[in-house]
């Protein structure tokens, strides 16, 4: 309604069968990363806003709302806001 746009997360704590090589995909690369390359400052390999988000999305057991605001929300290449929300804010 509001043209908004987001995603949805999801951890899961898998077997190490579930482990595999690189894949490609239409998407892309899917490769198992760890954490701190996923956090790593200048990282330009991942979306620029995971690093605000994702460690609190590991540590809070509680699904929220996480919300980016960008100078030219086209490009997204200038986070000028970030907040969390809980999912009953609107």
């Known amino acids: 309604k509001n043209n908004k746009k987001g995603m949805y997360a999801y ?12 894949r490609d995909t239409r998407e892309g690369l899917l490769e198992w990363k760890n954490l701190d390359w996923v956090l790593k400052k200048d990282n330009k390999e991942i979306a620029e806003n995971i690093k605000y988000f994702l460690p609190e999305m590991i540590n809070i057991k509680t699904p ?3 919300h980016c605001t960008y100078l030219n ?9 970030f907040e969390v929300r809980s999912l009953e804010d609107n």
């Open 73 to 81: 929300p086209e490009d997204k290449n200038e986070l000028t806001k």
């Open 11 to 22: 951890f899961f704590i898998l077997p190490e069968k579930f482990l595999f090589t690189k």
């Open 64 to 66: 929220m709302k996480y």
